[in-house]
């Protein structure tokens, strides 16, 4: 059985051992340090995060005198140092870390060509803090470096192309913010030549970084003869070797805020979904993040005006723009549906939570008047309700009543939950729904905080809730998913009411703790069910349920009451190093496939009386610690009850079909 999150060792522990075993502990806790730093990331706790990446610094900077192989690791730490710092407003602290990352890549990279990912990735994050000090010029340069390396991993592998695209981007704007449009169209169409390629490949990854690109390539393209006949206007080289042209201000537009909030959106689901940070194997999803997020900031630094963005360029050759964007034609253009979408991104920006509030409306205007834009606008809502939140506002989410000092942000994140729950609800005729209903809708809420979550008779595609905490109850009675659905390391606070759901493909619950009660009444699960190393501290009911294939349950606690009444198991079920702490009941229950239970704990009454086993049937390792009863079961089967402890005596009906299998408590 997994260890609970209470019984690992504490920093101070590690802090105490390492007194006594540097050799083993140091590394251990510089492990540590990082690991709790980023959990801490994820409730906006990044001042006190950063002091624990400071500590694993200097423990690495330590073990690297000793032992050359810790580089790589004081190189991601001090990356991940400098991404810190950042975030609370460090600029300088921040620039000087990533400045002595990207010397240490540098080195690792002369020996290991493994590392240049890595160097690419730190060139790029030197680029966003040159930027932030306000060094356009040397932000360029750091950039160019990136993207020379990402160009040279994109050839020997295309699983680096989406990050080639994404800092092609990021160049073309920088090169327009230099107001060389030349070397700006020529990186531009590069870049959409790329995403073309990404976005025949995954359509729906890539169809918005495209769109973007395409735009940015638009207006590129509609204002390059001008700019070709405006001798006074330097070349990127120029302004990057000629001193009097850096430093330039560049030109802001209504699109500004989008930049902050994708970006924070960004940072928080990676920083949720990567275990490795920054550095990591290349994902559709980390990759749609960075493109999606250079291609906005490529629109904000390239317009020069809102009223560019609303009305068409004056010149629109391709036709493969408008092919791009047909999907569109029948209903609001283009324009307008931008024109939205910066509207809702800039009330979400907004410190105030009423603007917030009306930011979240917007959103559902939006997908009301252009349906192919749902996807989009569904992934921004579960974006907001990712972010973290202030620590005052998490410290209280065990308690079944949110916090009043939550109350203001608490109202807009419970306005999109709403959002979603509502526009998920099909009606009562699901080959007739509503007009409000969005059909094949797929959530993320990895890592989200929950608040009286309901999502009762929805319909939907796949889910994640992977590290999402429902702070009070929780809602599914009545969903259909038709695709996976993940509870991995979830927490429920609360009560979960998980009744009446199907579940047409994989339902994958590991490391999940409920800390209230759970039921699962009458649900369907037509694909495999898998419940590894969970927690349930409240009583659990499986009453009515249906396994049409394969259930497993391993490493998971009961510690309360649990009732499979007239379950059915079409296919086989295991269980395996299970606790149950509280009476089990199986009554009625009728299982079709074979049935294993490996290394259980009955420690209250268990009764099997009129179940239908029509399988093979194993109790191997079995403790009955109270009352047994398989009063009425019938076996169509072998039933192997080899070294299973009864406590109370065997059962007389099990004595009855397997005599010489049996044995009773061993102190007979």
């Known amino acids: ?98 400045v002595e990352a990207v010397e240490l890549y540098r080195q690792l990279a002369d020996d290991d060509r493994d590392q240049l990912r890595n160097l690419a990735a730190v060139y790029g994050n030197l680029g966003i803090r040159l930027n932030e000090i306000g060094d356009p010029t040397g932000a360029l340069r750091a950039t160019s470096d990136a993207l020379a390396l990402y160009r040279q991993l994109a050839t020997a592998d295309p699983e680096f192309l989406p990050y080639f695209a994404a800092t092609l981007h990021r160049v073309a704007a920088q090169q327009t913010a230099h107001d060389d449009t030349t070397s ?20 729906e990854t890539f169809r918005v970084p495209l769109t973007s690109t395409l735009n940015l390539l638009t207006r590129l393209q509609a204002t390059s003869k001008s700019v070709q006949h ?45 275990s490795g940070w920054i550095f990591g194997p290349p994902t559709a999803t980390a990759a749609a993040i960075v493109a ?54 800039e009330q979400l920006g907004s410190k105030q939570a009423p603007i917030r509030l009306g930011g979240m409306y917007t959103l559902e205007q939006l997908a009301q008047l252009a349906p192919d834009q749902r996807q989009t606008v569904v992934d921004v809502i579960c974006a907001y309700l990712r972010m973290p939140r202030p620590r005052s506002e998490t410290e209280n989410l065990n308690l079944r009543i949110p916090t009043e000092y939550g ?15 509502n526009h998920l609800r099909p009606g009562a005729d699901i080959e007739r729904p509503v007009e409000t209903f969005w059909p094949n809708i797929d959530l993320d809420m990895s890592g989200a905080h929950l608040i009286n979550f309901d999502l009762s008779d929805c319909h939907l595609r796949s889910a994640t809730f992977a590290a999402c905490h429902f702070a009070g109850s929780a809602r599914f009675t009545g969903t259909c998913f038709s695709g996976r659905v993940r509870f991995d390391r979830a927490h429920f606070a609360g009560d979960a009411n998980l009744d009446n759901v199907t579940f047409e493909s994989d339902a994958l619950f590991h ?32 009453t009515g349920a249906k396994f049409l294939s394969l259930a497993r349950f391993s490493e998971v606690h009961f510690a309360g009451q649990v009732g499979w009444v007239a379950a059915t198991f079409d296919d086989d079920l295991w269980f395996g190093e299970i606790h149950f702490n509280g009476s089990t009941g199986f009554e009625r229950c009728i299982f079709q496939g074979d049935v294993r239970f490996s290394e259980i704990h009955f420690n209250g009454n268990t009764e099997f009386e009129r179940c239908t086993f029509q399988g093979d049937v194993r109790f191997n390792v079995v403790e009955f610690m109270a009352h047994a009863s398989f009063a009425g079961a019938s076996f169509s089967r072998v039933i192997n009850i080899s070294d299973t402890l009864f406590a109370e005596g065997i059962p007389g009906e099990l004595s009855q079909i397997a005599p010489s299998a049996t044995r009773e408590d061993s102190s007979d």
């Open 407 to 421: 109350d203001q942000d608490n109202r807009v994140r419970l306005a999109g939950q709403n959002i979603l729950a």
């Open 1 to 98: 059985m997994t260890n609970s999150p209470s019984e690992l060792p504490s920093l101070d522990d590690l802090r105490q051992a390492m007194l006594q075993d540097p050799e083993e502990f140091r590394p251990r806790l510089a492990r540590a340090l990082m690991e709790r730093a980023m959990a801490m990331s994820r409730h906006d706790e990044a001042a006190e995060s950063v002091d624990m990446i400071r500590e694993a610094v200097e423990l690495y900077h330590q073990l690297a005198e000793e032992n050359r192989d810790i580089l790589p690791d004081l190189a991601a730490a001090l990356n991940n140092l400098g991404i810190r710092l950042g975030e609370i407003g460090d600029t300088a602290g921040a620039l000087r870390t990533t």
């Open 511 to 542: 490391g999940t703790h409920f800390a209230g009660s759970v039921v699962f009444d009458e649900s369907s699960f037509r694909e495999e069910l898998i419940c590894t190393r969970a927690w349930v501290d409240g009583y659990a009911s499986f």
């Open 184 to 203: 700006a169209l020529s990186s531009a169409e590069e870049a959409v030549a790329v995403y073309r390629r990404l976005a025949d490949a995954s359509p």
């Open 292 to 345: 999606a997020s250079s291609a906005i900031y490529a629109l904000v630094v390239q317009n020069r005006s809102a009223s560019e963005l609303t009305s068409p360029p004056s010149k629109v050759s391709p036709v493969s723009i408008r092919s791009t964007l047909a999907h569109l034609d029948e209903g609001p253009t283009n324009f307008q549906i931008v024109d939205l979408f910066v509207r809702a991104m």
């Open 230 to 274: 405006d001798t006074r206007r330097p070349s990127t080289e120029q302004a990057v070797s000629d001193p009097q042209y850096a430093q330039r201000p560049t030109h802001k537009s209504r699109l500004g805020l989008i930049v902050v909030v994708i970006v924070a959106i960004g940072l928080a689901g990676f920083a949720l979904a990567s």
